[in-house]
C-alpha cells in the first residue's frame, strides 16, 4: 500500500510540474512579445544595484491580464567583504484573464523628481486560455 502512495505522489508531483511553465525574459529581451497561457508564469529578470539609489518599477501593466505576484532581489555572488555590488532585480508575474497588455518597467531613483529613467524595460504580454 506505501509503495502505491508514494507512485500516486510522484506521479501527481510530475503532473503538477508539467502543468505549470515558466517563461524567463531578461533585459535584452525589452521590445518584444511574449505568449502566455493563463496561469502560466512570467519571470522578468533585470540587472539592478540598489546601492547606488536605483530601483526597477513596474509603471504600466493591465493587472487583469498579467498578475504581479512578488518581486525580488538576489545579489550577485561576492567574495566576502566587498560592498556595492549589484544583483538581479526578479519581478513574478502570472497569466489571468486572456487579452494583450503592455508591461513598462523603469530603472529610476524614485526620490529624483523630473528626471527620466536611465533605463527602460517594455513587453508585450499577449495572455491566451
Not at 89 to 106: A, C, M, P, R, Y
Request: aromatic share 8%; proline share 5%; net charge negative.
Amino acid at each position: 500500500m506505501k509503495k502505491h502512495a508514494m507512485l500516486l505522489f510522484i506521479m501527481m508531483a510530475v503532473w503538477i510540474r508539467c502543468t505549470t511553465s515558466t517563461i524567463e525574459k531578461k533585459e535584452a529581451d525589452s521590445g518584444t512579445t511574449v505568449e502566455l497561457k493563463k496561469d502560466h508564469r512570467l519571470n522578468v529578470v533585470l540587472n539592478a544595484n540598489p546601492t547606488t539609489g536605483y530601483q526597477w518599477e513596474i509603471v504600466n501593466v493591465d493587472t487583469t491580464i498579467l498578475l504581479h505576484l512578488k518581486t525580488e532581489y538576489q545579489p550577485d555572488e561576492t567574495p566576502p567583504g566587498i560592498l556595492g555590488t549589484g544583483g538581479k532585480s526578479i519581478f513574478h508575474f502570472q497569466g489571468g484573464n486572456t487579452g494583450k497588455t503592455t508591461l513598462e518597467i523603469i530603472y529610476h531613483r524614485d526620490f529624483e523628481e523630473n528626471i527620466p529613467p536611465i533605463r527602460t524595460f517594455e513587453l508585450t504580454v499577449i495572455v491566451q486560455s
